[in-house]
T-cell receptor, first 113, second 109 residues
């Protein structure tokens, strides 16, 4: 199993550009999550999904969109990138919700200039 | 809004000592807690989880939960330089996880 994979590993965007961060898992997990981590800070939840076709906002959803058309994939879309979106983005998955361990991908380091 | 708070440190201990990491949480209904370790530039990885009051031991790691005081801790015995990392406490709520800001631990050889 590859676990949770994320692409790209690094990306530099100009202000106003858009991009999609890809996340895939091969563990047949129902739950998937997107977090951002700013330097010296904990993880902030952006969006999550409890299954294909079902998504919901987390703590910091503004400026982002997600979709979940399959169990395996959970892409995160940034529209009109802003410097405040400079961060490390982690995707995670879990078999179910509250009592299950989350498995994290390696992260995407995004810089918006 | 559930809150999970950690002493951000940094915490430095000599090799072989016990490192004590602490976490408090605001939601009395929280039933389980997770400790993740995150090396610099890497993603978080699970160290331990605990559901019940009291202690849970796994090798050199012991998690302690006190629901009455809304307090959970992680003890690392015989600390090694390889334990140097940031430790994140997390509490699930609904379909989400709430993470603390993490405590940076340095083990000095």
């Amino acid at each position: 199993n590859a676990g949770v994979t994320q692409t790209p590993k690094f990306r530099i965007l100009k202000i106003g550009q858009s991009m999609t961060l890809q996340c895939a898992q091969d563990m047949n997990h129902n739950y998937m999550y997107w977090y951002r981590q700013d330097p010296g800070m904990g993880l902030k939840l952006i969006y999550y999904s409890v299954g294909a076709g079902i998504t919901d906002k987390g703590e910091v959803p503004n400026g982002y969109n997600v979709s979940r058309s399959t169990t395996e994939d959970f892409p995160l879309r940034l529209e009109l990138a802003a410097p405040s979106q400079t961060s490390v983005y982690f995707c995670a998955s879990a078999p179910s919700g509250e009592s299950d361990t989350q498995y994290f991908g390696p992260g995407t380091r995004l810089t918006v200039l | 809004q559930k809150e999970v708070e950690q002493n951000s440190g940094p915490l430095s201990v000599p090799e072989g000592a016990i490192a004590s990491l602490n976490c408090t949480y605001s939601d009395r209904g929280s039933q389980s807690f997770f400790w993740y370790r995150q090396y610099s530039g890497k993603s978080p990885e699970l160290i331990m989880f605990i559901y019940s009051n009291g202690d849970k031991e796994d090798g050199r790691f012991t998690a302690q939960l006190n629901k009455a005081s809304q307090y959970v801790s992680l003890l690392i015995r015989d600390s090694q330089p390889s334990d140097s990392a940031t430790y994140l406490c997390a509490a699930p709520g609904g379909n989400q996880f709430y993470f603390g800001t993490g405590t940076s631990l340095t083990v000095i050889p």
